[in-house]
């Protein structure tokens, strides 16, 4: 009796399983590979965390030093993407981490980044960045497609998060001790905390 019960659940699912894999392959073929760059890294845990790291970082150095990462940041991720297949998995979990760890300490201290360093920072992370995305492309994927969406995506994921953080640091009080400037100083504490967690597991497997 048991066996009938499981041979029909899985005659009933099996119809199941194909219609939804139909409707994937349509919605992948209506969207393309530009919205498939453009949402890829939106879906990962790193590029979340450090995307919106280095856009906070320079909203709290002001625009004129942070309107220099609206070319430095998708250039990065141009350059990054090729290099998808150089750096090894665990390699790269672990610069992600330290980025996100001195990322973190830089705003949760209230460093005044130069901006020369802060492009260079920018840079980094987008260039690593690029190379984890390309690291998952699939071989019939249009690379440039790919590349258009992802750089995109970098452009205005930073872009917004320096408006929005400047935004939300404009008060009449210039203060460092004011509440707005402890609440930005209080996330770059758990960016850094979530680098080092990330990085003791990518030791640790």
């Not at 099996?14 to 209506?30: K, S, T």
């Not at 990462?69 to 090894?88: C, H, R, S």
Request: hydrophobic share 60%; charged share 10%; proline share 3%.
């Amino acid at each position: 009796m048991k066996l009938k019960l499981t041979r029909a659940l899985l005659g009933a699912a099996m119809p199941l399983a194909g219609v939804n894999a139909a409707e994937a392959h349509i919605v992948a073929a209506r969207l393309g590979d530009f919205y498939a760059g453009a949402a890829h890294p939106l879906t990962d845990l790193q590029d979340i965390v450090l995307w919106i790291a280095i856009g906070v970082l320079a909203g709290t150095l002001g625009a004129a030093k942070g309107r220099w990462l609206i070319p430095v940041f998708p250039l990065g991720l141009l350059v990054g993407l090729p290099l998808g297949n150089v750096f090894g998995a665990t390699s790269s979990q672990l610069a992600d981490a330290g980025m996100m760890l001195a990322i973190g300490m830089l705003l949760a201290a209230a460093v005044q980044v130069p901006a020369l360093l802060l492009c260079a920072i920018a840079f980094a992370v987008a260039v690593m960045r690029g190379a984890a995305n390309g690291a998952d492309l699939a071989p019939e994927t249009d690379r440039l497609l790919f590349a258009a969406g992802l750089v995109c995506a970098g452009y205005a994921v930073i872009t917004l998060t320096m408006a929005l953080t400047a935004m939300f640091k404009r008060t009449s009080s210039d203060s460092a001790t004011s509440w707005r400037s402890i609440a930005v100083r209080a996330l770059g504490g758990w960016i850094a905390a979530i680098g080092l967690m990330m990085g003791s597991l990518a030791l640790a497997s």
